[in-house]
């Protein structure tokens, strides 16, 4: 830690909240340089859904780099691509009865955000993006227009504003206020000075906003009120996509198509960046060159991903097993509410993103202090930071989930008993 806390920009968080120096991984676990220990229940913020080093596209990936496959490929035709296209779409686009393009992007999320928008704007010919509360979609100044949390805009906002419209989250307005049906009024009224939008985007579950599950029927009215007025709808899949929510799209579950469909975090399924935008067919308005980046073409992410695909969604046994995991840690996590109601208030999610709400900021970082100084890494989130969220590996072993578990409950037994003394 000594070089990086001399030599690394203040801008490191990460390493603030886990100061140790790590070596190695597997699963769901991470060694130190001290040879300790520690359950991962952060997974790369959502970008190792099948945990570290994951042996299966280990052994394929390997093989690949001995056979000097091409690693730097721009978007020239690879073998690798053209596999991993063949893949996703007859394990994941077939049989959902999705027949999007595939647009490979930079490498992150952010980039992928950036060319929906741009996207949006050029099939459209119109400016304003429509993105809701607690939302989260980059830091690029694209994508950074469209997040709401006030840390990331600070010094911005005078930038950020134009083109965009921040709409209340479902459930951000107490007494039953709806945002869709506000969002059809305005719409449809002459007078109420909102301009027709190119497009809205929203997250299913805001995870960074605080894993904020939008019901299916409000996701569904939210379809229904675009397709009426002509609006594209993109959903943000890039931390709650590919298995987090128990299905491959976490918007499956709603029954709706959207237009567009960002991709990142965990499509490489080995923590290699990658990323990708998903267009209905009609949308793909791009002249060839018109949206490009140096590394749009990271093949060794194609070879892992098309073997995450093939190992985990052949068929219904791996979302099966997520369902199994999902609700066995929400059973105990509202056990564990129950008998601590004075310092947490709630306990909500989908899948395995699961948050658990706390009184304040403070309490939950003592929380995820403790914790970790027993060997568990857990993050917090929300505008305020005083939410908790579990994001274990999707394929994390019961008796590591279990363990994860029994640290984290005692690491809040532990504060408490420091505050009676």
Known sequence: MEQIRKHESKVRGYSRSFPTTFTTAHGAIINDENHRQYIDFLAGAGALNYGHNNPFFKMKLMDYIDKNG????????????EEFIRVFNQYIL?????????????????????AAIKLAQISTGRNNIITFTNAYHGHSKGALRLT??????????????????????YGYVEGGFDSADYLDQVLSDKGSGIDKPAA??????QGEGGVNVAPNEWLKKLRRITEKHGILMIVDDIQVGCGRTGKFFSFEEAGIYPDMVTLSKS?????????????KPELDKWEPGQHTGTFRGNNLAFVTAAEAIIKYWKDDKFQDEIKEKSAKLFRI????KDENSDIITDVRGKGLIIAM?????ETASKVTREAFENGLIIETCGSEGNIIKFLPPLNIHHNYLNEGIKIFEQAIESIKEVELV
Not at 95 to 114: D, I
Not at 333 to 336: D, E, V
């Open 357 to 361: 709400e706390f009184i304040d900021a």
């Open 267 to 279: 499509i490489s399924g080995y923590g290699l960046p990658m990323a990708i935008l998903l267009m």
């Open 70 to 81: 091409i690693t730097h490929g721009l978007d020239l035709a690879t073998e690798a691509k």
């Open 94 to 114: 077939e049989p959902r009865e999705l027949k999007y393009k595939m647009q490979f992007t930079g490498p992150t999320g952010t980039n992928a955000v950036e």
């Open 148 to 169: 709401a949390n006030e840390h990331y805009r600070k010094g911005l906002e005078n930038e950020l504003n134009q083109f965009t419209s921040f709409l209340p989250y």
């Open 200 to 205: 809205i985007i929203l997250e299913t579950i």
């Open 333 to 336: 996590l509202n056990i564990i």
